[in-house]
């Protein structure tokens, strides 16, 4: 079974002409797969855009139904471990042996036939391939290739110690022209890869089909959850620029030459260039970086008469998209598992609100300097924020946030005793003298809160005539309390009294009429 971003990304990407290939690393299924999401698609009946309408439960089991599921989980072999064995030095193990071991450790595991079969397409993906090379016809503007320089050169200096630091530096490259993006960075990590790709786009002042990185699992250091965000940063880039993000064909580096070739280019033109002076910042390194990367793309080619810019201007950018409105904004990305049952998530000490119904399920948090988007495991927006940089308070929590018992209480603890008696003066003299009574009865005026909102409340869907009258009884027989206010609203013939429009007082030989001044 794949989950719902598999199933919808799988449509979208077929749908746009992707390749099978394309499909299959990007979301690391086999052709199989694709074949059969597609063909359930296309019997489902259902357009792409009503399928992102559904809910994700619901496209799941729509391609995946319950009968058709695998009734076990089936633990898939180390194929790594068992090929570094059979091939060490020396060793008498063979693929037979190897997969004996398995069932023995996993009895309810995969048969020998379908054993053998998962471990050849590891053996093709990872190690396969003939050393022939193929030449291909590259598209004008189509693929924008992403990777780092190998070397991480020493080339930052710590000003107070001279101690020499290692450098990161994220470069791109354009199919047909190769004209070169580089800069910087501390290290390789995802808001840096990000960072770097918005910066080239901006660079080239227009927008390629396809980004095409080296690795897609940069900065991945454990499947979960990273790889959680590492699905909603690409798609949030791929929304924003209307782009693809693919990966580059297995074992690197035969499916990608033009990135591999300017990579050794750079490690000779720029990263030798750049060892040249000392740096202290990181600015200074990018505007030196800057300048070489210029004379480089406006260099010739050997043999030519243009250089990369001039093959950029004439080839790629007439074919790239034009850049979107707006500024990308760069966000910090966090990956939660499990919202905790207090329905808050913590980013930067601080803790951010979601709907409460969204405990114990996943969810992403995208941080920006000025707000906190909260989206749910299929990156769908729940909630923003204002981001909080006060040291106080440390829960920022919105009201329709919460279930009606928490709600209440907090209503209840934000309030005062004015408060309460501006609330009883709605009422009239006698609910204020009820109220004022009771505030002042306790020893500390908070323990009474709780009693004054709970007569306050109970009477704001009755008239003002029976919650007035029955405080006046309250007080006549010097019992202010709660309980004696609850007694004796039963007490009075609130069926009848319901009937007398807002305001109107209730009979009573205590209360004069209008008619008794004539």
């Not at 398995?102 to 020998?112: A, D, F, H, L, R």
Request: aromatic share 12%; charged share 25%; net charge neutral.
């Amino acid at each position: 079974m794949q989950d719902y971003n598999t199933i919808i990304g799988t449509i979208q990407m077929r749908l746009n002409k992707c390749p099978t290939r394309s499909v299959m690393d990007r979301y690391k299924i086999g052709s199989g797969t694709v074949a059969l999401i597609m063909n359930r698609f296309e019997a489902s009946g259902h357009s792409f855009d009503e399928l992102r309408m559904m809910p994700p439960k619901d496209v799941e089991d729509l391609f995946y139904p319950q009968t058709n599921r695998q009734r076990k989980d089936v633990p898939m072999p180390d194929f790594q471990a068992y090929f570094d064995r059979i091939h060490s030095p020396g060793s008498k193990s063979n693929l037979s042996f190897c997969w004996l071991e398995y069932k023995e450790q996993n009895p309810n595991g995969y048969e020998k036939s379908q054993f053998y079969e998962y471990y050849n397409r590891f053996v093709n993906q990872n190690y396969g391939g003939s050393h022939i090379s193929m030449a291909v016809n590259r598209v004008p503007g189509e693929k924008m290739y992403i990777d780092w320089v190998g070397d991480q050169p020493e080339l930052m200096t710590d000003p107070e110690t001279g101690e020499m630091q290692k450098v990161h530096i994220f470069t791109t490259t354009l199919g047909v022209s190769s004209l070169i993006y580089a800069e910087a960075f501390p290290d390789e990590k995802l808001p840096h890869f990000i960072e770097g790709c918005t910066h080239a786009v901006t660079s080239y002042g227009a927008v390629a089909k396809y980004f095409i990185p080296d690795n897609l699992r940069t900065a991945v250091t454990k499947h979960t959850k990273d790889e959680l965000v590492l699905q909603s940063s690409f798609a949030d880039l791929e929304d924003f620029y209307g782009t693809i993000v693919l990966p580059p064909p297995a074992r690197k580096p035969k499916g990608k030459p033009t990135v591999e070739n300017h990579v050794k280019y750079l490690e000779t033109h720029l990263v030798e260039k750049l060892k040249e002076e000392i740096y202290t910042s990181y600015e200074d390194l990018n505007v030196a970086i800057k300048k070489i990367v210029a004379t480089l793309n406006s260099r010739p080619f050997q043999g030519k008469s243009f250089s990369r810019k001039d093959a950029y201007e004439k080839y790629d950018k007439p074919c790239m998209n034009p850049l979107p409105g707006g500024i990308y904004t760069t966000c910090d990305y966090k990956a939660i598992l499990k919202i905790p049952n207090n329905y808050h998530i913590e980013y930067d000490s601080h803790y951010y609100s979601v709907f409460y119904s969204y405990c114990g399920k996943p969810a992403i948090l995208k941080a920006t300097p000025s707000e906190i988007r909260i989206c749910d495991q299929y990156n769908r927006l729940i909630c923003i924020h204002r981001r909080s940089y006060k040291d106080f308070p440390l829960y920022i929590t919105e009201d329709e946030h919460m279930p009606a018992e928490h709600l209440y209480y907090k209503e209840v603890n934000s309030k005062d005793g004015n408060y309460y008696r501006r609330w009883a003066s709605v009422f009239g003299p006698s609910m204020s003298e009820l109220i004022d009574r009771i505030l002042k009865s306790a020893k500390h005026e908070e323990q009474a809160y709780n009693s004054c909102a709970g007569i306050l409340h109970r009477v704001k869907s009755i008239p003002k005539g029976v919650a007035e009258e029955t405080a006046r009884k309250c007080i006549e027989i010097n019992s202010c309390k709660y309980f004696t206010f609850k007694q004796m609203l039963k007490k009075m013939d609130t069926g009848k009294l319901r009937e007398l429009p807002p305001g109107t007082l209730p009979s009573h030989e205590n209360i004069r009429g209008k008619d008794y001044y004539k």
